[in-house]
């Protein structure tokens, strides 16, 4: 058994256009922003998102929303989603990036918000 639930919404820009993008969406949710402590590529929308994490990612690739789902077994949460016919793209630093039918991306990452809450609000995958 395990546990998953979708944490993070991530708003996927042209690294050349990170700084208006932020100020875009900052100023249209009324949000304050910041860039978490060593991962520059991402500028986080404090509360933009109640419950959530959303966050304007730079990237070397074309402009997407994407979203990531955090578990306590990424091996397992990735392979109940390939089973549902999501394909792996690639991986990094325990971060599995997959594309769902369709042609969505999504993330698989462990747990990073507050266990607390995970425990209270993740579905438990793999009960008879």
């Known amino acids: 058994m395990h ?7 991530l ?7 990170t700084d208006r993008a932020a100020t875009f ?7 304050r922003t910041s860039s978490p ?18 966050a304007i990612q730079s990237v070397d690739d074309e402009p997407r929303y994407h979203l990531d789902i955090e578990t306590d077994d990424v ?6 989603l390939q089973d549902l016919g999501a394909v ?9 990036t997959l594309q769902a ?3 969505h991306l999504l993330c698989v990452i462990p747990v990073h918000s507050d266990p607390t809450y995970f425990t209270d609000n ?3 995958w793999g009960i008879e």
């Open 3 to 9: 546990r998953s639930r979708v944490s993070t919404f």
């Open 11 to 17: 708003i996927d820009v042209r690294r050349d256009d």
């Open 25 to 31: 969406w900052a100023e249209a949710l009324g949000v």
């Open 37 to 54: 402590e060593g991962e520059p590529q991402y500028t986080t929308l404090h509360d933009g998102l109640p419950g959530y994490v959303l």
């Open 75 to 80: 091996a397992a949460e990735v392979r109940r």
């Open 88 to 96: 792996e793209v690639s991986s990094w630093q325990g971060c599995h």
């Open 101 to 103: 039918p369709g042609g």
């Open 122 to 124: 993740a579905t438990m």
